[in-house]
């Protein structure tokens, strides 16, 4: 009877260990933060998103900064749409796990949105963006179980 309810916890408990696809904060469904993910490739630089112009995309929320950028995601949200589901790229590469991340510690490297935890986590990050990206490209599947 023991073995039987053990592996019920088990089994009951494997689900909340699961991660979502995009990051996300434990009291809140919005992606990166409430930050607008297209402003990065348009403006350059990360600006709070308003609830006025939002969509959900992979389960969660995400607030644009204008009309135009939410049109602009709407048409293509994988060009947009951070790397790694917007979890901290240098902990996907390096630690193979999930680490949430901070919407000011970015790069675009090759057309692509990567964030970072903090900006000295960025600092490692940024000594080898083609390598951690490499090892971090062979991690994610298997970290959001595909």
């Not at 959900?56 to 929320?61: F, L, S």
Request: proline letters at 4%; glycine letters at 6%; aromatic letters at 16%.
């Amino acid at each position: 009877m023991k073995k039987l309810f053990l592996l019920f916890v088990l089994l009951l408990s494997t689900p909340v260990l699961a991660k979502d696809e995009i990051s996300t904060s434990l009291f809140s469904n919005k992606a990166l933060s409430g930050f607008d993910t297209v402003a990065y490739f348009t403006q350059g630089k990360a600006v709070e998103g308003n609830s006025q112009w939002h969509s959900e995309y992979k389960g969660a929320d995400w607030y644009f900064s204008s009309q135009q950028n939410l049109e602009l995601f709407l048409s293509d949200p994988q060009r947009y749409a951070p790397q790694y589901g917007g979890y901290c790229a240098w902990a996907v590469s390096v630690k193979n796990d999930f680490a949430p991340s901070d919407p000011h510690q970015w790069a675009i490297v090759d057309g692509k949105l990567y964030l970072n935890y903090s900006a000295k986590v960025k600092q490692w990050w940024d000594q080898d963006q083609a390598g951690h990206i490499q090892v971090a490209d062979q991690n994610w599947p298997t970290l959001i179980g595909q």
